[in-house]
């Protein structure tokens, strides 16, 4: 099994670079939406289906203050969400998850990309016809500002 976001067993996957970890020059430069999933993707990639253990929330704190002009959070997973999302989290992933207009364009809460989660992507066909496009817009909407060129407003379909 490869990456989660890069798995070919995940459908709809986004296909994201690998890239450099966390680098010390993180904080000195404008933060792409990469750079924010590699930093995630860092501390998840382990245990992903389990909690995350504790010294994680400070280290995670002290990550998410270093980074800046952060544009767009993907919230991976009901931990994830739990943490970015607080009290506008809902009952359930899959409530969030449907809510995810509430929390466009800045976050975006997703389900974990897993072959674990095959029945729930089989069971929300919306997520890969309606969420997954809109994601890919704004990535390459992002990527395309960080190199310097035009921006479509965040809610343009």
Not at 91 to 102: E, G, M
Request: include cysteine; glycine fraction near 4%.
């Amino acid at each position: 099994m490869g990456l989660p976001m890069t798995d070919p067993q995940m459908p709809g996957r986004i296909n994201f670079q690998r890239e450099k970890d966390i680098s010390p020059d993180m904080a000195n430069r404008s933060t792409t939406t990469v750079d924010l999933l590699n930093a995630v993707r860092t501390c998840t990639l382990c245990a992903a289906h389990l909690p995350p253990r504790p010294e994680r929330a400070t280290w995670r704190a002290r990550l998410m203050a270093l980074l800046v002009n952060v544009r767009l959070t993907l919230v991976i997973g009901q931990y994830a969400q739990a943490w970015h999302l607080g009290e506008r989290q809902k009952a359930t992933l899959t409530a969030t998850v449907q809510a995810w207009r509430t929390y466009w364009p800045e976050s975006l809460p997703l389900p974990h990309p897993s072959p674990r989660n095959n029945i729930w992507l089989k069971r929300n066909a919306w997520f890969e016809a309606e969420v997954l496009p809109r994601l890919r817009r704004r990535v390459g909407d992002l990527r395309r500002e960080a190199a310097g060129g035009s921006r479509r407003p965040p809610n343009a379909r």
